[in-house]
């Protein structure tokens, strides 16, 4: 049975691959596993039949048979759980992907979203432009922890794992802001994700959404 992922059916970054079903996009294109993808308006979202899947009325959604799942972590621990190419073999190796994939989501996406928050729901508050430097540093004190631990090695731990996949995509959130490029070894990091061929297939499937290419199936 070919899983089926949903999708904004008109999604707010406009192609850029920054909407969430990117990373289960990504995490399927990277193990060779074939899927198909529903796309739902805003509308649809908040619907019945979509919060049967997704109880907070979001995307995306995982659907395999009789398995549903939501949050993007859940799905692409269960994809890299299930398919070979995206964990290590090794236990303690596999133990350590799993904490990176935790990290990508707990630690360093939280303060790359109140930035996003800040510069877009926030800006026009009395205490925006006080508060901003302070999101801001919240980040690179992130992002100097991170590009410590990577150091010049080309992944975080070994070979490219689901850790790193979830890292790399939360990392591109930054990419307007310019934090990333005062980091040099993340941004090196960040553009190796972007080279893999999986990634590649997997962002030219989401823009074609945006541009008119891709019909809800």
Do not use: C, N
């Amino acid at each position: 049975m070919i899983p089926v992922v949903t999708a904004f059916a008109q999604s707010p970054d406009r192609g850029r691959g920054l909407a969430r079903d990117m990373r289960v996009r990504w995490a399927l294109e990277e193990v060779g596993q074939p899927y198909e993808v529903r796309l739902v308006s805003f509308r649809e979202m908040k619907e019945p039949s979509h919060r049967a899947l997704h109880p907070f009325g979001q995307i995306p959604t995982y659907e395999d048979g009789d398995l549903v799942l939501f949050e993007t972590g859940a799905i692409v621990l269960h994809i890299a759980q299930r398919h070979p190419g995206l964990l290590p073999d090794d236990p303690d190796a596999r133990a350590r992907a799993v904490a990176f994939m935790f990290a990508a989501l707990s630690t360093v996406e939280p303060p790359i979203l109140d930035l996003a928050t800040a510069k877009l729901l926030e800006h026009d508050k009395p205490w925006a432009e006080a508060r901003l430097p302070l999101v801001e540093d919240r980040i690179r004190t992130r992002l100097g922890e991170l590009s410590a631990r990577l150091g010049g090695a080309e992944w975080l731990d070994g070979a490219f794992s689901a850790g790193d996949l979830l890292m790399v995509h939360v990392l591109l959130r930054l990419g307007a802001s310019g934090l990333l490029d005062e980091y040099r070894p993340l941004a090196a990091y960040v553009a190796r994700g972007q080279a893999r061929p999986a990634y590649q297939r997997a962002f030219a499937a989401q823009l074609a959404v945006f541009t008119g290419q891709a019909r809800p199936g």
